[in-house]
C-alpha cells in the first residue's frame, strides 16, 4: 500500500515555463515533506522540504505547497530550466514518530529547450 | 566532505549467489538508512539505524535480507541467497538528527541472473 503517491510518471515542460510537479499522501499523521532531486547514476539530492504547520515554502526557483485537508503537495519550479530535468521524489516522514522517510515513485521532469 | 559513500557501484551475480553491500556513513550523523528503488515501487525503507542499533527493519522483505552495523562508520547489507527479483538500485543515505534531510549515496545497481 503506497503511502505516498506520484501519479504522473513524466512531465515534459518548455525551459522558461513553470514545472508544477504533485504528490498525494494517505497518512494525515505525516507532519513532515520533502522534495529529492535524483539524475541518472546519482543518489537523491534534497531540493526543499515544508512542516506540516505550514502551507508555503520557497526556495530561490522552487516551491513547495501543503495541502492538508486534500493530503496533497505539490512542487513548482519557476522558471524551469534544462538542468532541471531528473527524477523528482516526494517524501513524507512522522516526526513526532519513528524518523522514517517514505517516498513516493517519482516524476520524470524533461525541460525542453 | 566525501560524502555517503557505497561499494560496488555495480554487482552482478548468479542466483543463489551471497551478496555484500557496504555504506560509508557521513562521519558525525547519527542515523543510517538502506533504500532499494525499483520502477514499480519507488524508494522503499529496507532499514535504518541509530548510533549504531537497528531501529526499525520491518522493511526488510525476507529472512534472506540482512544488514548491520558494526560502528559509526560502516555499515553491510547482505543478501543470502540472492535471487532475480532482488535485482534493484540499493541506496544508503545518513542523516545527522532525527530532523535532518538525508544525504543519499550513488547506490548499488544489483543484477542478479
Known amino acids: 500500500d503506497q503511502q505516498v503517491k506520484q501519479n504522473s510518471p513524466s512531465l515534459s515542460v518548455q525551459e522558461g515555463r513553470i514545472s508544477i510537479l504533485n504528490c498525494d499522501y494517505t497518512?494525515?499523521?505525516?507532519?513532515?515533506f520533502l522534495w529529492y532531486k535524483k539524475y541518472p547514476a546519482e543518489g537523491p539530492t534534497f531540493l526543499i522540504s515544508?512542516?506540516?504547520?505550514?502551507d508555503k515554502n520557497e526556495d530561490g526557483r522552487f516551491t513547495v505547497f501543503l495541502n492538508k485537508s486534500a493530503k496533497h503537495l505539490s512542487l513548482h519550479i519557476v522558471p524551469s530550466q534544462p538542468g532541471d530535468s531528473a527524477v523528482y521524489f516526494c517524501?513524507?516522514?512522522?516526526?513526532?514518530?519513528?524518523?522514517?522517510?517514505?517516498f513516493g515513485t517519482g516524476t520524470r521532469l524533461k525541460v525542453l529547450a | 566532505d566525501a560524502g555517503v559513500i557505497q561499494s560496488p557501484r555495480h554487482e552482478v551475480t548468479e542466483m543463489g549467489q551471497e551478496v555484500t553491500l557496504r555504506c560509508k556513513p557521513i562521519?558525525?550523523?547519527?542515523?543510517l538508512f538502506w533504500y532499494r528503488q525499483t520502477m514499480m515501487r519507488g524508494l522503499e525503507l529496507l532499514i535504518y539505524?541509530?548510533?549504531?542499533?537497528?531501529?526499525?527493519d520491518s522493511g526488510m522483505p525476507e529472512d534472506r535480507f540482512s544488514a548491520k552495523m558494526p560502528n559509526a562508520s560502516f555499515s553491510t547489507l547482505k543478501i543470502q541467497p540472492s535471487e532475480p527479483r532482488d535485482s534493484a538500485v540499493y541506496f544508503c543515505?545518513?542523516?545527522?538528527?532525527?530532523?535532518?534531510?538525508?544525504?543519499f549515496g550513488n547506490g548499488t545497481r544489483l543484477t542478479v541472473t
Open positions: 515544508i512542516s506540516s504547520i505550514k
Open positions: 562521519s558525525g550523523h547519527d542515523y
Open positions: 517524501a513524507a516522514s512522522l516526526i513526532s514518530g519513528t524518523y522514517k522517510y517514505i
Open positions: 539505524f541509530n548510533n549504531n542499533v537497528p531501529i526499525d
Open positions: 543515505a545518513s542523516g545527522r538528527t532525527a530532523y535532518s534531510p538525508l544525504h
Open positions: 497518512n494525515s499523521m505525516f507532519d513532515y
